[in-house]
């Protein structure tokens, strides 16, 4: 069987830095190939090879036989390779038939757009993958997990010979995974090329038949999937064995967090719960349950419709997130390139900027103060890069998500709320983040975690809370947070009652 693209000695530089040294992979028709490595091993450098998004210092890519010359992103795109990046590229203002076909709108024999047969062609793609999303929709309307997946109707309207997914089920549902792999099958059915990037080890058995490992730049194994087990791979991946990490037990202390019937229109009602410093309480359900508003809500950065919040055991009045930041609480949001972090600025500038109304005088920033806490806790934190004055948007996903807890140690928070910590970064970053989260609640303070991975949650929770349709359903001691338990009060029999708030598109 001959590959339908090759990539053949493709080395990437910048500016200091060796990114690709070598590469040389085959991919075949009717098959999965997934890249694997560890963030920044160079994965998403080699796909934005393939896509013609950058140059390659040396090396070709071969497309059915020839090589490419491609000038553009779309000149690739029109060759027949289609890339879904993790981040989503839909334009909010557009309806989702707009999305699909946007740049390849059907037209009329008099040139004018032929609306009716997008919209027909969208739906009938939509339905195909067994989406409940309306073509007409508004995409501004639509969750994270559902743009995701009009990314991905985007690149089945096309036909692509090959298609590149870069991390999909990092914000979809049990479900929606379901129908992604659904669609991954029928792709590979009719012979398309498939390349997956995932830090989901679990995914590669069940879709995949091929892996290339990454680490440092260059390719450092292959393997067929059916003839290797998950330990081998993640070796390869980070160059030694490693271990596995092993919770330690907390001790709950004084009450930090404490929340009485909150309720928020439309998103959520009747929330009570509490937290404790010296302990991890995760927050457990399906995408849309109403996790990430009651969050943001706690945060200031929300109103909420009713309801109490405790700080300390005193009634507070949460305005905003900067009055939120002055009592204590930080909060990572789940997408850290867009909510999280400011990409076009430096780590200094990002560790910085949650402090400034606090170490700044007359309107100056406090520069010495500034350069010695960024260095302190680029240190500490081990942040892989060059120095403090590197651009957050070139870093990988496990050290932007490492520059974020910087920024809220530096604030010195006591309470730590983070939204889907670990999504899109790899295993060994996940331990090394895990291991932050032990010694912030080790030294006092509280952390609530927003995770839809209930390995992780099992993993590392000192008690979960369970959300469903806008409710808390139930809350979990250690000892009972199994996936069993987690899955079912995720799914509650229904009691017939019509008093749930009714959910339009939203976070989880």
Known sequence: MQPVLQVKNIAKEFPGVKALEDISIDFYPGECHALVGENGAGKSTLIKIIASIYKPTRGEVI???????????????????????????????LTVAENIYL??????????????????????????????????????????????????????????????????????????????????RKMKAANTTMIYVTHRM????????????????????????????????????VGRELGAFVKPDHTAKQEVLRVEK???????????????????VAFSGLVGAGRTEVMEAIFGATKLTSGKVYLNGEEVHIKNPADAIRRGIGLATEDRRRTGLLLTKTIEENIALPNLPFHAKNGFVNVPWEKETSEEYMGKLKIKAPNILTLCGNLSGGNQQKVILSKWLAAGVKLLILDEPTKGIDVNARAEFYALMDQFVEEGGSIIMVSSDMPEIIKVA???????????????TRSEITELNLISLANPVSDGSDKKPKKKAGKK
């Open 103 to 184: 740049g390849c709108e059907p037209k009329q024999k008099n040139g004018l757009l032929d609306r009716k047969k997008m919209e027909a062609d969208a739906q009938a793609v939509l339905d195909e993958m067994g989406l409940e999303i309306d073509a007409h929709t508004l995409c501004s309307t639509l969750t994270a997990a559902q743009l995701q997946m009009v990314e991905i109707a985007k690149v089945i309207s096309k036909h692509a010979k090959v298609v590149v997914l870069d991390e999909p089920t990092s914000s979809l549902s049990e479900k929606e995974i379901d129908s992604l792999f659904e669609q991954v």
């Open 63 to 93: 497309l059915d036989g020839k090589v490419c010359n491609f000038k553009t992103p779309k000149d690739a795109l029109d060759a027949g390779i289609a890339v879904i990046q993790q981040e989503t590229s839909i334009a909010p203002h």
């Open 462 to 476: 000192d008690r979960a809370y369970v959300m469903s349709e806008g409710r808390l359903t139930g809350e979990l």
């Open 202 to 237: 679990a995914e590669l058995s069940i879709i995949c038949e091929r892996c290339s490992i990454f680490r440092d730049g260059l390719k450092v194994a292959e393997y067929k999937i059916n003839e290797v087990d998950e330990q081998t791979i993640v070796n390869s991946m």
């Open 262 to 280: 909150l309720c928020q229109k439309g998103k959520f009602e009747n929330v009570s719960f509490h937290a404790n410093a010296g302990e991890i």
